[in-house]
């Protein structure tokens, strides 16, 4: 009877265990079926998803312009021209450099400060030349075959991000032929020496792996192939765990049933991570090439394709920017691999030891892709209500050197701050950081060229210089001074700027309310002409003006300028005690540029599908909202704000280019504002913290100097030319005798110097 027993048992035994292999198969099966499908299914949808490129506005160059050296030659080569040797012929999108003979041959009775010449082609508009002199400067931009001079030259935009889905990615697209064997080779010898051999995994390389993950109790090591290494950037995550280790190894296995090994091998060198440029990756060999050496895959020789071999690993540890001994390191522990396995003879392998990493350029342009700049174009793209499911081509008004100048005045410039102010170290202390915004553009056309909306994207995305709404203090002031130049005093003459004006301490009733205001330091000056008043932002005196010419023709001027937010007739409204954006800060003050004519800021030029089928182009409409004439006397008014008001600081920098604008402090000096602008260019900065903590900055202390940092960067190199001041002003210069026969005090630690203003034609004195 026992036998029999057990005899029954065991067949249960066996049966159950039978039953659990079928149905562990039958699971196994379908998991390896729903990996099928996982591999099929992103396999499609990363293979066709179509990317959002965003591309710079064209950079410009024209008579006058200083440029730092080999600048055009670095810019021609970021839109893709190729160099060409004296005497070749060149084809469209080639460039050359001739020295001053052989372009005096070609251009003739060019001046004695000739330096060299730069010649390039593009089908577009056929072949120019830019004549360089000797202090840095373009002579001329000709036609090569007429001679004939050109008011500017134009070169391509510059593809500067990408995103695939929502990911900010930098990926240049390569195909395997085209890709050095010296590339290929570092690659399979240092990450896979037996790629072409086995059939997705290494045996050998899992079990080493699986002894030393055992031993050390988590996954310190991989002992992944190729495969395995697409796998896990393609379907997977980066986390360490051993059930994605697991799906790893079948996955590979399923893979290399489904590609050849030069399909995945080209998959991987335009998919694998190679390091991060700001917020956005960098993606593959081909934007690793233009990223770390500045050339394109295919120019790289050996030494270059080692480093970028070495990087596969940890593109952090191995940056020869910021790791540079570790990059050096494993670059040679490739090359000798190379060297092993008879890749490379001896003398190569000395030669490339010893050839210099790749050094992160001082005026790289544009560092890294513009965040806040990307960021303001796609919600303007949200806004419009176009789709971007199907890819699209955004060319954007971005200058390359505009914003590059602008993400490092932001950066260094709030470092200076807090390195100097006891307080703002204080407070940083308490973990709070100052923050900074700087949004410009080019008053001629309106198109935004830089955006800064933080000291940091990484650090937060909130990008002040759209979403924020702040206070804006006396960048209001102007807006006061230019409704009195329309209209006139009680004793019924007009407003100009040797007007009298009483800067005393006053109060004003308003809905059962007492405001009085203040000026910086309590200092009150009496009896000053207009001019001073403003130049050195004198909140009782512009106060007094303003309630004499009407609150709501305050409103009416800064709304025709570019203001759009809502502004309440109230007293306080002439010191600017008020939210507004720095947008329409920028807006308004671009008005001022172009002497009261308003042209509509534009982030976008052209939107196109991925096969260029235009869906969007921004139309440049002009308006004149302001009298051309007052505003041009207020210009001149704004000037002096420069030289020897509150801003003085600019000229004191050694930026001595003709320019305007007006420093602004809030309330407990919460928010600090400059906005200046050139015949050429107009910027606007702000400093301040986020929740409305009190900085002890000025406009002058706090937004001057990022302007400064970026304008004489920037901007500094454009031509001395004066504003366009219409035929119905003249200058007038007002010596010092006649300012101090109008009592005007001196502010300065200078003596009294002659002033140059604007006045109408028949104001003058």
Known sequence: MSRWFEKIKKKH??????????????????????????????????????????????????KGLKIQN?????????????????????????????????CQQILHDLPPILQSCVEFSKEETGTQIVALGDDNSIIDVFDANTGEALTLTEL?????????GKEPIMRTRVI??????????????????????????????????????????????????????????YFLTNERKFSRKFKEVFMALLLETKASKDDILEAYINEIYMGQNGSFQVRGFGAAAEYYFGKSLSDLNLPECALTAALVNSPGLFNPFKNPKNAQER????????????????????????????????????????????????????????????????????????????????????QDIEKSHKGIQEI???????????????????????????????????????????????????????????TQDEAGNDYQPLSILDDVKTSYKYEGQTWAPTNYQNQYYGQIPLYFALKNSLNCATASLGMKV???????TATRAGFTSEMKPFPALTLGVFELSPLEVLQAYSTFARMGEKVSLSIIRKIKYLNDVVLYENVLRREQVLDKTNTAILVGMLKQTILNGTASSVTSSGFLLPAAGKTGTTNDNRDAWFAGFTPLHVAVTWVGYDDNTSSGLTGASGGVPLWIRYTKEYAGNFPALDFQWPETVIKKEISVEEQMA???????????????LIFKKKDSF
């Open 742 to 756: 109008l009592n005007v005090p001196n502010t300065e630690k200078r003596p009294l110097q002659p002033i140059e």
């Open 331 to 414: 670059r040679n522990r490739v090359l000798n691999k190379l060297r092993e396995e008879n890749k490379i003879s001896q003398e190569e392998l000395t030669m490339a030891q010893s050839f210099p990493l790749p050094q992160q350029p001082e005026r790289k342009i544009l560092t890294e892709p513009a965040p806040y700049f990307v960021d303001a174009v796609l919600r303007q793209i949200e806004a419009m209500g176009i789709d971007t499911t199907q890819g699209l081509k955004i060319e954007t008004t971005l200058n390359l050197r505009a914003q590059e100048a602008a993400q490092r005045a932001v950066a260094l410039g709030i």
């Open 176 to 233: 395997l032929s085209d890709t050095p064997p010296a590339c290929l080779n570092a690659l399979l010898a240092i990450e896979d020496n037996k790629f072409l051999e086995h059939q997705g995994i290494s045996v050998l390389g899992i079990m080493r792996a699986f002894v030393r993950n055992f031993t050390s109790g988590r996954v310190v090591q991989g002992g992944s192939t190729l495969t395995q290494q697409l796998v896990k950037n």
């Open 156 to 164: 391509d935009p510059v593809l500067f991000a990408q995103f695939y």
């Open 550 to 556: 009407g609150l709501d023709h305050i409103i009416d």
């Open 428 to 486: 940083k202390k308490n973990g709070k950081n100052l923050e900074g915004l700087l949004i410009s553009a080019d008053p001629t056309n309106g198109q935004i060229q830089a955006i800064v909306g933080g000291r940091s994207y990484r650090m937060t995305q909130f990008n002040r210089a759209i979403q924020a709404r702040r206070q804006v203090g006396s960048i209001m002031k102007p807006f006061v001074y230019l409704t009195a130049l329309q």
């Open 70 to 102: 080999n600048e055009l030659v670095e810019s021609l080569k970021a839109s893709g021209y190729r160099e060409r040797t004296f005497g070749q012929q060149l084809l469209d999108h080639d460039y050359m450099i001739l020295n001053a003979e052989s």
């Open 13 to 62: 035994i066996l049966s159950i265990l039978a039953l659990t292999l079928i149905i562990t198969l039958i699971l196994f099966i379908r998991w390896l079926t729903n990996l099928n499908h996982l591999i099929d299914s992103q396999l499609q949808q990363k293979r066709f998803s179509p990317p959002l490129e965003f591309y710079s506005a064209p950079l410009k160059f024209f």
